[in-house]
């Protein structure tokens, strides 16, 4: 693991404990904590709503005009740079392809304009630029507006967040602050401790106005948040040098200088807010332990409810699954059915060109006929499915949503219970649901004619039944395209509803293990006391040795 020896013990412990008492609802927390501890990189993220100035001041850091900025929403997927010996951008897409581009091209992927509501299937964007060697170890993250009208661009931005390293929440001085902007710092504390605001466009207000607004922002986080965040003003304009130097001083050069410092400042956030979470769990079981049998039952259905209120939470996440899936098919053949007449059009304009060289006998004109149709069809219902995946796929990404908020409330209802029965809140966290996003159906097209037509061409004369059989194929080609789209409709409901069926099962399973973690530790009798007692006092112990944890100085020359 890429930590010191005290976050490497916090974390075993953490998980030790969690393995003894099969506290599996935090297993999803400490997988977050390992995988963050494997990277080698540290992610500085910048994020913020729509028009904000973000790509306009990651341009200002990279020294060129790589990713596009404008006066519509124009990043539609997470864009990652970092240093690399060459100039290129690599384009990740849903389906697993990727695309090697020059760095010039990245807009035609990233713009809004030039890639409308992601139609071409990017999952994400990873740019090396050989001009960021001062930066190496640091990748750059542009994320899409927040609160923009395309809501593709929030859930883009809102699933990224697990990632973040360090972060910069850009903010326009026209409005300075919004509940959205403060909502965003609040869930952005779960991830890490590093947290900065950008004011951005402060060349729109004079040297008063300026201060007025750096006085409100710093006013209202003071009062709104209960962690720190430190407001740098920012303008890409001429006259403002001195604020992007001190921005440059303050922030980006200790980042890059004390990059593994950086690090494990987050990866201690995160143990510690693992260790805090595990002590939850062992009160809650210590004082199960230290009650009679009757006061022990009583906690545990103070606690978790009876029958019918784990049932309640289990028919809650049914029904989000259910009224998820339901509407889809119905979704799905209203949408493919904007584009029957025009694929129909298509395949019989390209019908009429290609005929006339099929004409020599029935024989070959059914042949080259069915293999016509059967890979025209298959280009054009791959082409419905990259160009429709954002449609096919939002009822997914929607359920994902719904079920995760859903699992938090029922969290959040028995951390409240917690506190009324026990005194303390049962801190829970209720880690987003993996989205797998769906694949494409494997479009498959069979023959279309019984070969034994072929036994007619020697008494059928091409010359007198062309006309015929001319116009036969078009009628073929019109049924081919509805009975293509039905079946394709049919594929996509099947694959959307396998995956919402996928996240449901999780979700219950979730649901289960966190009552179920519950309910053995409200078991917990007198004689378990003196071990859970000892696991609490090792608990504390490495939490107050992360508190104090000092880290050693990265040497200077890591950077370069």
């Known amino acids: 693991m890429n930590g010191l020896p005290e976050i490497d013990a ?5 998980e030790n404990i969690c393995g003894r008492y099969r506290i599996a609802s935090l297993d999803a927390f400490l997988a977050s904590c390992r995988a963050f501890a494997a990277q080698n990189v540290l992610n500085i993220a ?3 709503r729509f028009k904000a100035g973000k790509s306009t001041f990651l341009n200002h850091i990279l020294g060129a005009a790589v990713l596009p900025t404008g006066v519509i929403p124009v990043t539609t997927v997470v864009t990652e740079i970092e240093y690399g010996p060459a100039s290129h951008a690599q384009i990740l897409h849903h389906d697993g392809r990727v695309e090697t581009v020059t760095v010039n091209r990245v807009g035609e992927f990233i713009s809004e304009s030039e890639n409308p509501g992601n139609e071409k299937q990017v999952a994400r964007v990873h740019v090396e630029l050989p001009s960021l060697a001062p930066y190496k170890g640091i990748r750059f993250v542009d994320t899409p507006g927040l609160e923009s009208v395309l809501e593709h661009n929030t859930g883009a931005s809102l699933d990224w967040l697990p990632n973040v390293g360090l972060a910069i929440v850009a903010v326009s001085v026209d409005p300075p602050l919004s509940q959205r902007d403060i909502e965003l710092l609040h869930a952005l504390s779960r991830y890490t401790p590093n947290i900065s605001l950008l004011l951005t466009k402060v060349d729109l207000l004079d040297e008063n ?23 740098y003003p920012f303008s890409v304009r001429p006259g403002f040098e001195s604020l992007r130097a001190a921005l440059e001083e303050d922030l980006l050069l200790p980042a890059r200088d004390q990059l593994l410092i950086r690090r494990l400042e987050i990866l201690r956030h995160k143990a510690a807010s693992l260790l805090a979470e595990c002590s939850d769990y062992l009160t809650l079981a ?11 039952a009583a906690l545990r259905q103070k606690i978790t409810g009876d029958k019918d209120t784990l049932e309640d939470a289990r028919q809650a996440l049914h029904l989000i699954a259910r009224h998820a899936a339901g509407p889809c098919r119905e979704a799905f053949e209203r949408l493919l059915k904007k584009d029957e007449l025009a694929i129909r059009r298509r395949l019989l304009a390209d019908l009429r060109t290609q005929f006339p060289s099929w004409t020599r006998n029935l024989a070959t004109a059914l042949e080259r006929f069915d293999d016509w149709l059967a890979a025209s069809l298959v280009r054009e219902m791959q082409a419905l499915s990259s160009a429709h995946l954002p449609e096919f796929t939002e009822p997914v990404h929607r ?3 719904q079920l995760s908020q859903s699992l938090q409330d029922f969290r959040n209802r028995l951390s409240e219970r917690t506190l009324q029965a026990l005194g303390v809140p049962l801190r829970t966290r209720e880690m987003d649901l993996p989205v797998e996003e769906p694949r494409s159906p494997d479009v498959r097209v069979g023959k279309i004619f019984d070969r034994n037509w072929e036994l007619l061409s020697p008494v059928l004369p091409m010359p007198l039944i062309r006309g015929f059989v001319e116009r036969h194929f078009e009628a073929k080609t019109s049924d081919a395209v509805f009975m293509n789209l039905s079946r394709l ?7 959307v509803r396998a995956s919402i069926q996928a996240m449901e099962n999780e979700a219950l399973r ?5 009552t179920l973690t519950i309910a053995r530790l409200t078991e917990s009798t007198g004689a378990g006391a003196a071990a859970i007692q000892h696991d ?6 490495h939490r107050t040795a992360l508190e104090s944890l000092q880290t050693v100085p990265q040497p200077a020359t890591d950077h370069i």
């Not at 409709?489 to 694959?495: K, V």
């Not at 979730?510 to 966190?514: F, G, I, N, T, V």
């Not at 609490?536 to 112990?541: F, H, I, M, S, V």
């Open 536 to 541: 609490l006092a090792e608990l504390t112990r």
């Open 10 to 14: 916090a974390l075993l412990t953490a």
């Open 489 to 495: 409709t049919t594929q996509w409901d099947e694959i």
């Open 510 to 514: 979730r649901l289960e293990d966190l």
């Open 286 to 296: 210590l004082k199960s332990a230290e009650a009679s049998d009757a006061d022990r």
């Open 209 to 231: 106005g300026r201060a007025e607004v750096i006085g409100y922002v710093n006013k209202q986080l003071a009062l709104r948040l209960d962690h720190p965040v430190k407001v």
């Open 46 to 48: 910048v994020l913020g």
């Open 399 to 401: 359920a994902a949503r």
